[in-house]
């Protein structure tokens, strides 16, 4: 069965390094999204991507998040300066349609600010 | 945001019990998912419902869409212990694109 693959599983840095976080979505979805899920807290939307531009953003996604396709194929999520708060587990997703009636989950990656 | 509330936070029940998770809010959504997550990894859609008062079958799961569109529950007959997870719901407003809103999740733990 088709799946988004996420990389890295686990990243460790140092407060104010930039970190890049790299999914590779379904192959024949076009809507893409990154959530993310502070330990012991809900699962949080932060940005749909569609047609290589940002459809949707929710207020954790600030000047200091971006997010690219670079390649046809991958779909990056970076952040330029981490803070501590930014420790979190890092949701990938993509759908074949618009809206949210189909999105498919990567297993995560874990972030870890130092 | 339209906030999810869902109750209960924690569930634990002996194998073969019935249990039911809720999932609540004071807002509209078009439609609203049921995922289950493991630890260490991304939620798993279990179901989509979208129309009011819809109710869908999946195996001993039995979901239901509130006729208003604004709660939904989680019915899971004679439990199993391989049913054991975080169940979590999620809302997709009538304006959004794809930004979902989450529950916090129930955790189910079915001991035999």
């Known amino acids: 069965e088709p799946e988004v693959t996420q990389t890295p599983s686990h990243q460790v840095t140092q407060m104010g390094q930039e970190v890049i976080l790299r999914c590779v979505p379904i192959s024949n979805h076009l809507y893409f999204y990154w959530y993310r899920q502070i330990l012991g807290q809900k699962v949080e939307f932060l940005v749909s991507f569609y047609n290589n531009e940002i459809s949707e953003k929710s207020e954790i996604f600030d000047d200091q998040f971006s997010v690219e396709r670079p390649d046809g194929s991958n779909f990056t999520l970076k952040i330029r300066s981490t803070k501590l708060e930014d420790s979190a587990m890092y949701f990938c997703?993509?759908?074949?349609?618009?809206?949210?009636?189909?999105?498919?989950f990567g297993a995560g990656s874990r972030l870890t600010v130092l | 945001t339209q906030l999810l509330e869902q109750s209960p936070q924690f569930l634990s029940i002996q194998e073969g019990e019935n249990l039911t998770v809720y999932c609540n809010s004071s807002s509209v959504f078009s439609s609203l998912q049921w995922y289950r997550q493991e630890p260490g990894e991304g939620p798993v859609l279990l179901v989509t419902?979208?129309?009011?008062?819809e109710v869908k079958k999946l195996k001993r799961l039995t979901f239901q869409f509130g006729d208003a569109r604004k709660d939904s529950s989680l019915h899971i007959t004679a439990a199993q212990p391989g049913d054991t997870g975080l169940y979590l719901c999620?809302?997709?407003?009538?304006?959004?694109?794809?930004?979902?809103?989450f529950g916090a999740g129930t955790q189910v733990v079915v001991t035999p």
């Open positions: 999620a809302g997709d407003p009538t304006d959004s694109w794809g930004k979902l809103q």
């Open positions: 419902v979208v129309t009011g008062g």
């Open positions: 997703a993509s759908s074949d349609v618009s809206g949210a009636n189909v999105l498919t």
